[in-house]
């Protein structure tokens, strides 16, 4: 029986998963904030929260 043994990735790789992954974020924020920066879409968030009471 033959286990696959988990080596660490290269340096350079986690570097760009590390560097892929905050970028990804700040994408996500970016858009995140543009759509709080819309007023409708502000009402209807308000909208939906309240109907949850």
Not at 5 to 14: A, D, G, H, I, V
Not at 15 to 40: C, D, I, K, N
Request: aromatic share 14%; net charge positive; proline share 8%.
């Amino acid at each position: 029986m033959t286990t696959a043994s988990s080596t660490p990735p290269e340096p350079r790789r986690r570097l760009w998963l590390r560097v892929g992954g905050w970028a990804l974020a700040s994408v996500v924020l970016a858009a995140v904030f543009m759509l709080y920066t819309q007023p409708e879409f502000m009402v209807r968030m308000a909208d939906h929260v309240w109907a949850c009471f």
